[in-house]
């Protein structure tokens, strides 16, 4: 792919340990190596206010768009909470709309501590289809994170693979020629 690709990975964690920022490294590493360039999105470095639609550009969010519609690619990386994805990814999607995530190419990375995390990952392929954006097919999931880390490295060869193929498809599917726009988007008027 070109190196002109850029792929961010937006980090749904706020734990300094987070096993979400570890994965997504492996994530933008493999991007890395089919020539993209990326950035690792620390949501800790963003002042992101709980979202209020009377002050939709409140602290960061306007510097928070701006980079994501910068993006040709975007993976949003969450641990899973009470069945679904973060509050802090969910505010930081909040602040963002068509602008941002139309016709973009997003993959998706889940982190447990229990078993497999896949509704967080419905609950965003949701969020991503009401958006309009592309969800990559291919998904990447963390169960018992804190047995799949041995410090900063993943000890299962299979899963390390697995994320390191969502980094790989976010560059491959980068500037896919998009879908007519879903339902869900033709209903999602107050995003627009």
Not at 48 to 53: E, K, N, Q
Not at 77 to 98: E, I, Q, V, W
Not at 152 to 163: A, I, P, T
Request: net charge negative.
């Amino acid at each position: 792919m070109s190196d002109e690709t850029h792929v961010i990975a937006i980090c749904g964690s706020l734990r300094d340990e987070s096993y979400t920022h570890k994965a997504l490294e492996y994530v933008l590493d493999a991007a890395a190596d089919r020539g993209a360039t990326t950035e690792l999105v620390d949501l800790r470095e963003y002042d992101l206010p709980v979202f209020d639609a009377d002050h939709d550009s409140a602290g960061d969010a306007d510097q928070l768009a701006a980079t994501v519609q910068a993006a040709d690619a975007v993976v949003l990386g969450t641990p899973m909470y009470h069945g679904s994805y973060s509050s802090p990814l969910k505010t930081a999607l909040d602040y963002c709309g068509f602008d941002e995530f139309e016709d973009k190419t997003v993959g998706l990375l889940a982190v447990a501590g229990g078993h497999f995390p896949v509704t967080a990952l419905e609950h965003l392929r949701s969020v991503c289809r009401a958006l309009n954006a592309w969800v990559v097919p291919h998904q990447a999931v963390i169960p018992s994170a804190y047995e799949a880390f041995d410090d900063d490295e993943l000890v299962d060869d299979g899963l390390e693979k697995r994320v390191r193929t969502l980094g790989e498809r976010a560059v491959q599917y980068a500037n896919i020629e998009p879908d007519p726009a879903s339902f869900e988007s033709q209903e999602n008027v107050g995003a627009e």
